[in-house]
C-alpha cells in the first residue's frame, strides 16, 4: 500500500509499504480521507521524532471497514464507514472517574503507532474495546471527521469556559480553530463573537462561521478596537487559537476584569510569553491552557457534525490525493485553506486508484 513517510524535517516520501497486521480483536480500515490538521504540519516540517523515523502521522481519520480480527465480536463488519477516534480513555481510572478523560492515566497514545496518512490503517484492539470506532452516517463525507476530530479540543475549552448567552467572546486567530471555536461560540448561545487575525487572508469569509466583528491586527491596534466594542471592559472570555507569545501577552489587555484566558494554541517549544503579571492581579484574570477534551467533548463534536448543526463542508476547503501533501502543507502555512482533507486512494491527477 501507499503511505506518506516522514524521514525527518520537510522529509517527506510517497512510499510503497506492506499491508498492516491486523491485531485479533482489532480492524483493518480503508483510509477514504484524513485531515492535515495544524499539529501533523508542526510534526511533519520540524524534527519530532528524533531517532523514530521512517514515521507514518495523521490522525484525522475516517474510512471504510476493510477486514475484522478473528476475535472482533462487535457490530461493525467490512464494508461499513466509520470514523477512528486514535486516542480514546479507559473510563476506569481515577482520572476519567473525575471527569477528567483527556487526562486518562491508561491513555492510550497514539503517536508511535501508524497514522492515516496512508491506504490502511491499523486499528488497535484496545481503542475497539473502548468504543473508538463509530458509524459514520450515511448522508456525511468522509471528510466530516477532518472537522469533528479537532472540534473535540474546541468543545473541551468552551465547556471549561462555559462559554453562554452573557457572553461576549473574543477569538484570536482566525485559523481553523479560530473559526471552530467561533461556530461553537454560537451554537452555545454567545451574544458576540470578535474575532482578531493578522493575516488579511485568513478573515475573509469568517462571517459564516458566526463571527459578529473581525479585526485586522495588521492594520488596526486590536487591543484598542477590542475596548472600544467592550465599552472600555474587554471580553468576557478570550481564546488564543494561534500560536503566538505576542498574542497571548495582548490578550491580558483585551479581558474585561474578572474574565476568562484560554491558552488554546501551544507555542513553539521553548518559546517563553512575557507577561505583566500586575494585569492579572489587579484585573482578578484567569487564565487556563488547554489540549484536547474530555467524553463529553468528544461526543458533543460527533453530535454537532452528525446532526448537521455544524455544516464541515464549510470547513473543508478542498480535497487533494495524499501524494501532493506536501503542497498542501504550503497552502495552509500560506493561510489560503482552512482545512484540506487528503485523500489516500486519489493518484496525483485526481483519478481513482483500484485496489487489488
Ligand atoms: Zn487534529
Ligand atoms: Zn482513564
Not at 473581525?214 to 477590542?226: A, F, H, N
Request: charged share 25%; proline share 5%.
Amino acid at each position: 500500500m501507499k503511505a506518506i513517510l516522514q524521514y525527518g524535517p520537510n522529509d517527506l516520501r510517497y512510499e510503497d509499504i506492506p499491508y498492516p497486521k491486523c491485531e485479533p480483536g482489532g480492524m483493518i480500515m480503508k483510509v477514504m480521507a484524513v485531515g492535515l490538521c495544524g499539529s501533523d504540519i508542526r510534526n511533519l516540517t520540524t524534527d519530532s521524532l528524533p531517532g523514530k523515523y521512517p514515521h507514518i502521522w495523521g490522525h484525522e481519520h475516517a474510512g471504510i471497514i476493510k477486514e475484522v480480527g478473528p476475535e472482533y465480536k462487535g457490530e461493525f463488519k467490512p464494508g461499513d464507514r466509520v470514523i477512528y477516534w486514535a486516542t480514546r480513555a479507559c473510563g476506569q481510572c481515577a482520572e476519567c472517574r473525575a471527569g477528567n478523560s483527556n487526562y486518562c492515566l491508561n491513555k492510550n497514545e497514539y503517536v508511535m503507532r501508524q497514522g492515516g496518512f496512508a491506504q490502511y490503517i491499523p486499528i488497535p484492539e484496545v481503542i475497539v474495546q473502548r468504543g473508538g470506532v463509530v458509524r459514520l452516517p450515511d448522508e456525511l463525507g468522509f471528510e466530516a471527521y477532518s472537522v469533528i476530530e479537532p472540534m473535540l479540543s474546541v468543545n473541551g475549552c468552551q465547556q471549561r469556559l462555559n462559554v453562554n448567552f452573557r457572553d461576549t467572546v473574543l477569538i484570536c486567530g482566525a485559523g481553523p480553530l479560530g473559526c471552530l471555536h467561533a461556530k461553537v461560540a454560537k451554537i452555545r448561545g454567545a451574544k458576540r463573537v470578535i474575532m482578531t487575525e493578522i493575516s488579511s487572508a485568513r478573515l475573509e469569509g469568517v462571517e459564516k462561521f458566526g463571527v459578529d466583528v473581525k479585526i485586522d491586527g495588521s492594520k488596526t491596534d486590536q487591543i484598542e478596537e477590542v475596548l472600544k466594542l467592550t465599552g472600555g471592559r474587554g471580553a468576557d472570555k478570550v481564546i488564543v487559537a494561534n500560536p503566538s507569545t505576542i498574542s497571548q501577552q495582548q490578550s491580558l489587555k483585551m479581558c474585561k476584569p474578572g474574565g476568562i484566558i484560554s491558552f488554546f494554541g501551544g507555542v513553539a517549544k521553548g518559546a517563553m510569553t512575557e507577561i505583566d503579571s500586575n494585569i492579572i492581579h489587579y484585573k482578578g484574570l484567569t487564565i487556563m491552557g488547554q489540549t484536547g477534551g474530555d467524553a463529553l467533548a468528544q461526543d458533543t463534536a460527533q453530535d454537532l457534525v452528525f446532526s448537521g448543526r455544524v455544516n464541515y463542508k464549510d470547513f473543508i476547503t478542498c480535497t487533494m490525493p495524499l501524494c501532493k501533501i506536501s503542497e498542501a502543507i504550503a497552502i495552509c502555512k500560506a493561510g489560503k485553506a482552512i482545512k484540506i482533507a487528503l485523500h489516500p486512494w486519489d493518484d496525483e491527477n485526481g483519478n481513482e486508484i483500484k485496489e487489488d
